[in-house]
């Protein structure tokens, strides 16, 4: 450690502008990550994978292995391993911490779709976890900026210059969703998902409210590439409710065994189902449109009342 004229104790390495790992240690944590969450999926133990994931990722898992525990006490019978092959590493240099890659990998599981993983620790003492897990259709990830050693720039979430700030982008895509506007591109995970709310939002006996709230700090903090363009590719959280309410003299469709397993209360007139949803982005420089590339979203838990 060392002491600067100001008298701010710094520990060496904080600020000075380092790779965030090495591609050899990388790779030896996508290997472990792969085999604990083999391991959890299997005995539906969350205990097994809990060291190696945090943020969205370790939310969405946790929920959806206590469900299966409890509707599966033996294990997972429809168990898979997943394989991961064909791994991209994209490694930011950077200053400071939390330091982070990303994994682009072809999988077992989900079609064509390519996996794209983030790897974040906040202290040389702590294992590498995976925050972010999202699904992306072949050719879609943008070119990253590298300089000559093959190293990635990292966007800080305050970075002007991008259409959407990183740090804001949360926020604006919970605000999008409620209210729409044109500062998104039209798509799945956009003005489709918001006609299939509006649709859905009045059926025979039962009216469903929508709410929507960013989560951007913490284990939940955006994480953010620079592409070659200038833009950023930036992975975000959001959480999400559902409130389905039934009119009076009917109830609430039976939910399935694993939103079962997850809620709490009595399920009378209403259950309030509670989401949360990791996204990847392209955030092009200038002024233009976000572009929401991949969604994941799990159940966390639910009331009835």
């Not at 969350?46 to 599966?72: E, M, P, Q």
């Not at 720039?153 to 982008?169: D, Q």
């Amino acid at each position: 450690m060392s002491l600067t004229a100001s008298g701010c104790v710094v520990v060496h390495g904080e600020r000075e502008v380092l790779p965030s790992t090495t591609r050899a240690e990388a790779a030896k944590a996508l290997q472990e990550f792969t085999a604990a969450y083999n391991e959890a999926d299997q005995a539906y133990d969350a205990s097994l994978d809990a060291g190696h994931t945090t943020g969205a990722l370790a939310a969405i898992d946790s929920a959806r292995l206590k469900a299966g525990k409890a509707n599966n006490p033996d294990g997972n019978p429809n168990h898979t391993p997943l394989r991961l092959t064909d791994a991209k590493f994209t490694i930011p240099k950077k200053a400071g911490w939390p330091r982070w890659f990303l994994v682009d990998a072809a999988g077992n599981k989900g079609g064509t779709a390519r996996w794209l993983l983030v790897f974040t620790r906040s202290s040389l003492d702590d294992p590498f976890q995976v925050a972010y897990l999202t699904l992306v259709a072949p050719g879609k990830v943008p070119e990253f900026k590298k300089d000559a050693d093959g190293w990635a720039e990292s966007v800080p979430a305050n970075e002007t210059g991008l259409t959407a700030g990183p740090g804001k982008l949360s926020r604006d895509y919970t605000t999008y969703l409620k209210n729409g506007g044109d500062g998104f591109t039209d798509g799945l995970h956009t003005s489709q998902w918001r006609a299939l709310r509006k649709k859905n939002s009045e059926r025979p006996g039962m009216v469903t409210q929508y709410i929507d709230e960013p989560l951007d700090s913490g284990d939940y903090a955006p994480l953010a590439l620079r592409t070659a363009d200038g833009g950023a590719l930036v992975f975000f959280t959001t959480r999400h409710y559902e409130k389905q309410t039934a009119h009076a003299g009917t109830s609430v469709p039976a939910p399935d065994k694993d939103v079962l397993a997850l809620t709490t209360g009595e399920i009378k007139q209403s259950l309030t189902l509670e989401f949360v949803s990791n996204e990847v982005a392209v955030d092009p420089p200038g002024t233009g449109k976000v572009t929401i590339l991949g969604r994941i979203q799990g159940m966390t838990a639910a009331e009835g009342s």
